[in-house]
């Protein structure tokens, strides 16, 4: 029986995702941390094409971690009080 896909089906998962995207966006390349298994090697790719939502697709070769997160952009907030 094959094995389930790996989700990041959590808060605290979507919250090392986070971790990781955020380096990423940073210009770190190379050592980046899986959110499920820990391990370095995820890859990041920025799969955007709205303007109030980024859409990453994030896998890791170690655990096979294939998930899109979907980041919805905070509403522009106004100088009104």
Known sequence: ???QPKRIGTPELAKAA???IRAWQ???RGELACPI???NGLQIVDKSAQPHTAWFILTCPSCELD???AI???AHSSDHD
């Open 1 to 3: 029986m094959a094995a």
């Open 18 to 20: 986070m971790v990781s």
């Open 26 to 28: 940073g210009g770190e």
């Open 37 to 39: 298994c820990r391990q």
């Open 67 to 69: 998930e899109a997160l």
């Open 72 to 74: 919805v952009s905070s």
